[in-house]
């Protein structure tokens, strides 16, 4: 019993660093002008652009909690430092390179909005059972 604890702990663990490593970088969303920075230290940035043109951005941190499902690969807490406010995200990474072997999936992608060949993350509010709305991001 001891084993098999160990073993799930180490695949658990060695998968979950998989996943925060694919989350490392910068994630633009589709529909509005903001994007997410991961950085390997657990933290990152958020920017946006206001209505009067400014532009600003937050600093936060993140992690990274695995349970595996049809339609998820986890969830994604982010704590943004400025506005003591924390969003917690159920999440799917789909690869880019499943994108190109199924076109399929580009068919949720808002109208006017064209893939520029990288990675697709899709999250929204974890309390949902069944979302109706999610943010839809895309690698650079």
Not at 76 to 96: E, G, H, N, P, R
Not at 124 to 137: A, F, H, I, N, V
Request: without cysteine.
């Amino acid at each position: 019993m001891k084993k098999l604890l160990i073993a799930l702990l180490f695949f658990g663990f060695s998968f979950g660093q998989d996943i925060e490593s694919k989350l490392i970088g910068t994630w633009k969303t589709l529909k509005v002008d903001q994007s997410y920075i991961f950085l390997k230290n657990g933290t990152g940035y958020y920017s946006f652009t206001t209505d009067d043109g400014e532009d600003r951005d937050h600093k936060f941190s993140w992690s990274v909690l695995l349970s595996l499902t049809e339609i998820s690969d986890g969830t994604l807490i982010i704590d943004i430092d400025k506005l003591d406010y924390q969003m917690v995200l159920t999440f799917s990474l789909l690869k880019k390179e499943l994108i190109k072997e199924n076109d399929g999936i580009l068919k949720y992608y808002p109208k006017g909005v064209n893939w520029n060949g990288g990675d697709i993350l899709i999250w929204w509010d974890s309390k949902l059972k069944s979302p109706s709305t999610y943010t839809m991001l895309e690698k650079y």
